[in-house]
């Protein structure tokens, strides 16, 4: 059964609308929800090129996360993005085919690839300092729950699929910013999935049964 990770004071502090209570939800044996006791992983997906949203993570936390489990804010930098002149997606895919040494001593190359480095520290340290997510943090060492931050960048879908299957997620929660692939990510996830529709609604896209 799985139950609120949250207490009534907490979720006032959100200033949430409706949320499911214990009764609703408790799922029967075989559901999605069924774990038989075992710790997982639960990735949540942001766009890190915006200011943190907490939709994802609330509604992970209220709806699947038990003590022990771990929880992984995944912040991706999409690609097409443009960080101080830099095109991402130009930028990332020369980085990431591995291009031929002479580019890889390229002044120009290396200079695009460090403006990459600096900005995925940049983006990791802002969102580990924000004072929202310090709340989650809090909330999270409270209930026995391991929370951490990545920060990724690439071609948004593909960084989302990868991330998943290295980190092994049972559940994979993204934001509202991510539903125009909803399709892709049914089909090529093989997790739970959920798609938020907007603040409090996460919408269970895809089923893997434990």
């Known amino acids: 059964m799985t139950t609120s990770l949250l207490s009534s004071q907490e979720l006032n502090t959100f200033n949430s609308g409706e949320w499911l209570s214990e009764e609703e939800s408790s799922q029967a044996p075989g559901s999605p929800l069924s774990r038989n006791g075992e710790a997982l992983r639960v990735m ?5 090129s915006k200011v943190l949203t907490t939709d994802a993570l609330e509604w992970a936390l209220i709806n699947v996360v038990q003590p022990g489990d771990t929880v992984t804010l995944l912040g ?9 002149g830099v095109n991402l997606k130009i930028a990332l895919q020369v980085f990431l085919t591995r291009l031929s040494t002479c580019w890889q001593g390229n002044e120009e190359f290396q200079d695009h690839q460090q403006l990459l480095e600096d900005e995925v520290s940049r983006k990791k340290a802002m969102f580990q300092s924000s004072n929202m997510l310090q709340h989650f943090y809090r909330i999270c060492e409270k209930k026995g729950v391991n929370l951490d931050v990545k920060i990724a960048t690439g071609m ?3 960084v989302i699929t990868q991330q998943a299957e290295s980190l092994q997620a049972a559940w994979v929660v993204l934001d509202v910013a991510f539903r125009r ?4 990510y049914e089909h090529h996830l093989q997790s739970n999935v959920v798609l938020m529709k907007r603040a409090n609604v996460g919408d269970i896209v895809r089923v893997s049964y434990f």
Request: aromatic residues 10%; proline residues 5%; glycine residues 4%.
């Open 44 to 48: 949540v997906v942001v766009n890190a």
């Open 76 to 84: 991706v930098i999409p690609d097409g993005d443009t960080i101080c």
């Open 181 to 184: 692939n909803r399709r892709y």
């Open 156 to 158: 948004t879908k593909y």
